[in-house]
């Protein structure tokens, strides 16, 4: 069983920074991918970014150069963080740490995800 627990979310003024982190534990695997998914009020839930087993990363289009993520490795245990700047309200969400695997170009968000965190982006 995999346990992921999401940690940063907040308010924040429009143009200012805020981390995400996710501690995973359980069985996890090092070569696992993992992926932030964000659901805006209203909408549905999107993929923000990804990072697979060789730290290679892609972006939601509208993150792009604001957003990066990372992974850190250790026994038993990976940190995923998501480091947002520039944060827009639009990007107001519920910010959503998963992970998974990937076939192919595509990710599957098929191993766990954490519970939620709010990140607030006031105008």
């Known amino acids: 069983q995999v346990r992921l627990v999401e940690s940063g979310g907040g308010l924040v003024q429009a143009g200012k920074s805020l981390n995400l982190t996710c501690g995973v534990s359980?069985?996890?695997?090092?070569?696992?991918?993992a992926g932030w998914y964000r659901q805006p009020p209203g909408t549905q839930r999107e993929l923000v970014a990804t990072?697979?087993?060789?730290?290679?990363?892609?972006?939601l289009d509208s993150v792009k150069g604001r957003f990066r993520i990372s992974k850190d490795n250790a026994e038993n245990t990976v940190t995923v963080h998501l480091q947002m700047k520039s944060l827009k309200p639009e990007d107001t969400a519920v910010y959503y740490c998963?992970?998974?695997?990937?076939?192919?170009?595509?990710?599957?968000?098929?191993?766990?995800w954490g519970q939620g965190t709010q990140v607030t982006v006031s105008s």
């Open positions: 990072i697979d087993a060789l730290g290679r990363t892609n972006y």
């Open positions: 359980g069985s996890i695997n090092v070569a696992n991918a």
């Open positions: 998963t992970a998974g695997t990937f076939s192919g170009a595509n990710y599957y968000p098929n191993i766990g």
